[in-house]
């Protein structure tokens, strides 16, 4: 008949015994497909009450694959009941191996002899036809003996599934000639099988930034996800010929410790994927954000309210996923190593070369000269990064060593933490600065680095259920180091030249690595993870050996770190009152270099899609402004009319040669407000005069597209003023599904406007085709130009991500006193044509808009608008608050589906 699959001693083994599933499938008064259907009908509704009662992963997994067995055997025997020679059925791959969750791939070889298919065509046909009819999805492959021999010494996908294979009904001696005709010694040796699934790991690891620790994880091809277990699962089965990971143990390549791990992590990551499989009705991997708060709650988590952070039953349950693949991912880094000693290394003699009287390099590996180093000497585990650091040429950490790092972490207590060498160790660790990040990870993934670090050891795993922040704060805090490193370095100078030469005028990198490792390590603690993270930072450069000047840095740019990006993104920097403001905050002139490039590295570690070459311009703006103010001194501040000439003549050198006198230019520019000037670059001056003055007024309005190095694409508007303008062209640009990052609108004298609107593409990418400029330029024409155009609808669906977050709309007020304007900010929930739906609301209110502000944070709108009455005076209060019910009462209704 076949292998029947081993189903432990337990209750699904009694819900699915192979007598009841059988029963089922003969069942009286019922025809063949509604039995069968209905058998696996039950089977399903049966493990999804026994996963609701707890019941262990393994079990359910197995049982799936019983259940299968039983339904493919009854369905083969209902087609070929004399069980003829030459043909045999055969599970391959994860059904292979007996695990298959409920809606997993139900991989089937049909092996045969030549010959047999012609006799048993027929049958074959109705085999294949009979499960299509029951609902039983499989992916069938046909071959011979020497055709599998053939497709699986070319392909390593073929032979992995083929050595995971069960028989399950046929011919055994077919079955066992294939099984003779693929061991090592014939077709794809130990150690080939070996290298070629270590670089098919590393591929796949590549595939997902070598990180598992992204948003919206995959459960199974992640590192650290399923497909580890299964890698050394298939060295083991290739070298030893083991059937279980359970024999690794009894071969000494796993201790019980370690095997319960192993265990125990791949039980929950089953549970995960049985979760998303009952959740969806399909196959799913991906922990999708559709899908994390409700496999949370079938985990049993709650939402936990804690003093100023809510503990969201989401954050806490993505918290043990990852921390649960940080461990697989170690376990699998020992094994694969262990393997390569056996396979590759074997009985060889590996050069040992002496580092010190506590570590050696076997090979290209550190270490442990003694198996109870650390127990004697727990600070030696810090030392070791240290010597991994000074000596780049190391390939890594040995697997016993890795073991013994496993077994002894738990040994760095505080008394450990407070011993001069251990932190003598680690700060030099920052001061040597090449190799830092690797070696940080390193120290994480062992767990040293939350044990030496308690504060640490809160965030590992610890995930923000938003779309802003694309990575667990352990991994988020090294993404930043390791976007510090990248400045300083000259191979990858042209990334970010200005950062790099910053970055050489730093007198102590050091402090400025520091301050980004500690920025958000407070985060999830209660109260402001800043003014937290600076208390923390300073006690631990204190603890450390720095003085208290270097200390007093690191803790104003932890405390600080948000300041540079959320005035730059929220405030009208041409305004050099804001400007003279954040001076006097940054105070120093070099403190100012660190928390420039600290920022510039926070930003691309939060979210890849935040950084663009707009908002690259406003930091660098910014920095240069604040940067001239503090050599001004803060006593004697720069003036809107002199940066306005400024900005005048850069532009009248720009259009020398354009045949633009400078008494044209000055006749034209008398029109516009200071403002003009100062929110636009003097190359963005020279781009809009030639067309301001070759523009007939009755062809009016003015559209210009142009890409601007340093600015994105920037849309120009020059028309007369009309009602709604602000509303009609956002409503244009958002149904074109374009992304506005900034507005500038600016009107004259005379009753013209002119309006400026930084863009991108809807997918965060650059605009770069000449017909998309001229489609937007041609949409906005034809709606401005149309006077009896008052609304543009915008039809664009809401993106899926942004419909599993509820963000209700926060309005605040403030005012602007130098400039005499209203501030208006507004927190809300992102969506197409949301500016749109603002420009109507200050329409109806008579309100004129200024400037904008635009900032999008994952799903969440945080705009800011700066705003008048139709007298160019600030909001009345009572206006202010009719405004405020409107605007809420407005945005929270009109969320599209």
């Known amino acids: 008949m076949g292998a029947e699959l081993d189903l432990a001693e337990d209750e699904a083994a009694t819900v699915f015994s192979a007598r009841k599933i059988r029963t089922r499938l003969r069942a009286d008064g019922l025809k063949p497909v509604s039995a069968f259907r209905e058998t696996l009908s039950w089977g399903r509704d049966r493990l999804y009450g026994l996963f609701d009662d707890g019941a262990p992963a393994d079990s359910l997994v197995h049982a799936r694959a019983h259940i299968v067995d039983e339904v493919l055997r009854e369905a083969w025997l209902r087609v070929l009941p004399e069980a003829p020679a030459g043909v045999t059925l055969v599970a391959v791959g994860g059904y292979g191996r007996g695990e298959l969750l409920p809606h997993s791939d139900i991989d089937i070889l049909l092996l045969h002899v030549p010959g047999a298919l012609e006799q048993y065509r027929g049958a074959l046909e109705r085999f294949t036809a009979f499960l299509w009819d029951i609902g039983l999805e499989v992916g069938q492959s046909v071959r011979s003996v020497s055709e599998c021999v053939d497709e699986a010494a070319k392909d ?226 810090i030392e070791m990064f240290l010597l991994l650091q000074q000596n780049p040429k190391i390939g890594g950490v040995s697997a016993q060593t890795v073991r013994l790092l496993l077994r002894d972490n738990r040994l760095i207590t505080a008394e450990v933490r407070n011993d001069v060498r251990a932190r003598g160790y680690f700060i030099e660790m920052f001061r040597e600065g090449a190799g830092l990040t690797r070696n940080l990870r390193r120290m994480n993934r062992y767990g040293v680095l939350g044990r030496y670090l308690p504060a640490f050891g809160k965030v590992v795993g610890l995930m923000q259920y938003d779309l802003f922040h694309t990575l667990t704060v352990d991994e988020h805090l090294l993404y930043v180091l390791r976007n510090l490193r990248r400045m300083a370095l000259p191979r990858f100078a042209s990334e970010l030249p200005f950062c790099n030469e910053l970055f050489k005028k730093l007198a102590k990198p050091e402090l400025l690595y520091i301050a980004g490792f500690f920025h958000d390590m407070s985060k999830g603690s209660g109260g402001d993870h800043s003014e937290l993270g600076a208390i923390e930072a300073t006690r631990f450069c204190l603890d450390h050996g720095l003085s208290h000047g270097d200390a007093e840095l690191v803790a104003w740019l932890v405390e600080h770190h948000l300041m540079m990006s959320l005035t730059a993104q929220r405030a009208d920097i041409s305004d050099p009152q804001i400007v003279a403001d954040f001076a006097a905050k940054v105070v120093h002139r070099e403190w100012l270099d660190y928390l420039f490039l600290m920022t510039v590295a926070d930003i691309r570690a939060t979210n890849p899609a935040l950084w663009n070459s707009w908002r690259e311009s406003l930091l660098t703006e910014l920095y240069r402004s604040t940067s001239r103010a503090l050599e001004r001194g803060l006593d004697n501040p720069l003036r809107s009319d002199d940066m306005a000439a400024e900005a005048k003549a850069a532009a009248l050198i720009l259009l020398a040669g354009s045949g633009i006198s400078a008494e044209k230019a000055r006749e034209v520019w008398a029109r516009f407000e200071d403002d003009y000037f100062l929110r636009h670059s003097p190359e963005e001056l020279a781009w809009h005069l030639p067309e301001i003055i070759k523009a007939p007024a009755d062809a009016l309005p003015l559209i210009l597209v142009q890409a601007l190095d340093g600015r994105g694409t920037t849309v120009f508007v020059y028309t007369r003023d009309r009602d709604h303008l602000f509303g009609l062209s956002t409503g244009v640009l958002a149904r074109l599904g374009l992304n506005i990052l900034d507005a500038r609108i600016n009107t004259t004298a005379d009753g013209f406007t002119l309006d400026s609107y930084v863009v991108m593409e809807g997918d965060g990418s650059p605009i770069t085709q000449p017909h998309r400029f001229d489609e937007i330029r041609d949409s906005l024409h034809k709606v401005l130009a149309d006077t009896a155009i008052s609304v543009v609808d915008v039809n664009r669906r809401m993106p899926q991500k942004l419909k599993h977050f509820s963000t209700p709309t926060n309005i605040s007020f403030s005012l602007d006193g130098v400039r005499n304007r209203t501030i208006l900010e507004i927190v809300t929930a992102d969506r197409p044509g949301l500016l749109s739906l603002i420009g109507r609301v200050f329409h109806k209110r008579a309100i004129l808009l200024d400037a904008a502000k635009i900032g999008t944070i994952g799903e969440r709108a945080e705009d800011v608008f700066f705003i008048t009455d139709q007298a160019h005076q600030p909001i009345t209060d009572k206006l202010l608050e009719e405004l405020r019910e409107v605007l809420i009462r407005t945005l929270d209704h009109a969320i599209p589906n």
Not at 296 to 308: K, N, R, S
Not at 310 to 319: G, L, T
Not at 338 to 363: C, M, T
Request: aromatic share 10%.
């Open 156 to 381: 390593i996908t073929v032979i992995t599934n083929l050595i995971e294979s069960r028989l399950l009904i046929g011919d055994a001696s077919l079955y066992s000639q294939m099984q003779a005709a693929l061991t090592p010694d014939k077709v794809w040796p130990v150690a080939d099988f070996f290298r070629a699934k270590r670089e098919e790991q590393a591929a796949r690891y590549r595939k997902y930034d070598d990180t598992g620790y992204k948003l919206e994880p995959n459960v199974k091809e992640s590192p650290g996800g399923l497909r580890d277990i299964h890698t050394v699962g298939w060295v083991a089965k290739r070298h030893f010929g083991a059937q279980t990971l359970h024999e690794l143990r009894d071969r000494g390549f796993l201790t019980k410790t370690e095997c319960d791990e192993l265990f125990a992590g791949q039980d929950f990551l089953w549970r995960v994927r049985f979760a998303l499989h009952m959740i969806t009705g399909r196959r799913e991997d991906r922990l999708l954000f559709d899908h994390q708060i409700k496999v949370a709650a079938l985990f049993g988590y709650v939402d936990a309210e804690q003093q100023h952070h809510p503990n969201w039953a989401v954050e806490q349950f993505m918290q043990l996923y990852y921390r649960t693949i940080k461990s697989l991912s170690c376990l699998n880094d020992m094994l694969l190593q262990l393997f390569d000693d056996a396979i590759i290394h074997g009985d060889q003699q590996r050069p040992v070369k002496p580092l010190n009287s506590r570590f050696q390099i076997r090979g290209d590996v550190i270490e442990a000269r003694d198996e109870e180093l650390f127990r004697k000497n727990p600070a030696a585990m």
